[in-house]
């Protein structure tokens, strides 16, 4: 089974394998021979015409998930690395919540972990190839804040972290998608966040309706046994 994030994925390395044939300095080293004069020229003319990776993400998700502007690259540096500090930031903050349960977190540990992890919001890569190469470091953090976020919504709503992780995880139907790959943009956060709030709305519900019923057959039940005895 192939999934929309597979098919876009081929559909861009179609694209670095065009760029790969005109890069003709690089022939002899990626495909071990020279390659003809007249595929070199036809891929040439293909990139003309060919969309950026940008434009990709954008057509295919109308939310602008943060891997639609993953491809830019920047030599700024120091943005790289206030980004990376925001990260630790956020990580000890993360770690801050746990200390309150009696667990410490090995922060620079935990950020490895998490830079070494495929996102499904970056086109499922790790946010360490693209920290420090993207135009726009800066959603790297966001998403980091973004996920931790809704995890622990997820978390309260679902009340065990199995349920949630499974929820975040897989298609929602009212969503029209995967909680997790919507967390990239501003637009699919708000999204998730919204449906997560829906299902705890619902699940209050049903359980003032459950109340009554099951208050009532506790009452049944101990007049049963007051009769009994």
């Known amino acids: 089974m192939t999934m929309p ?6 559909f861009c390395r179609a694209g ?15 495909w071990g021979a020279e390659l003809p004069d007249r595929l ?37 540096t120091q943005q790289q690395d206030d980004a990376y500090l925001k990260l630790l930031e956020a990580v000890e903050r993360v770690g801050a919540e746990l200390a309150s349960d009696g667990a410490r977190l090995d922060t620079v540990g935990y950020l490895q972990a998490w830079l070494e992890t495929e996102h499904p919001a970056l086109g499922y890569r790790q ?22 976020s809704v995890a622990r919504e997820a978390k309260r709503v679902f009340k065990t972290e199995g ?14 998608g995967i909680p997790f790959e919507m967390l990239g943009s ?13 299902c705890a709305a619902a699940e209050a519900i049903r359980m003032a309706r459950v109340a009554p019923i099951a208050d009532r057959a ?8 007051l009769k009994g005895k």
């Open 5 to 10: 994030h597979q098919r876009m994925d081929a």
């Open 16 to 30: 670095e394998i065009l760029v790969g044939i005109v890069k003709t300095m690089q022939h002899m080293q990626i």
């Open 40 to 76: 070199v020229s036809e891929a040439e003319e293909a990139l003309r015409h060919y969309p950026s990776w940008l434009e990709l993400r954008d057509a295919a998700d109308d939310q602008r998930s943060m891997h639609t502007w993953m491809v830019r690259v920047t030599e700024d």
């Open 127 to 148: 946010p360490v190839e693209l920290l420090f190469t993207t135009g726009n470091p800066e959603g790297i953090v966001e998403l980091f804040e973004a996920e931790h």
């Open 163 to 176: 349920v949630a992780y499974g929820w975040l995880r897989s298609i929602r139907s009212s969503l029209g």
């Open 186 to 198: 501003e637009a699919g956060r708000i999204k998730v966040m919204d449906e997560l709030r829906r």
């Open 218 to 225: 506790a009452h049944d039940a101990g007049r049963t046994n």
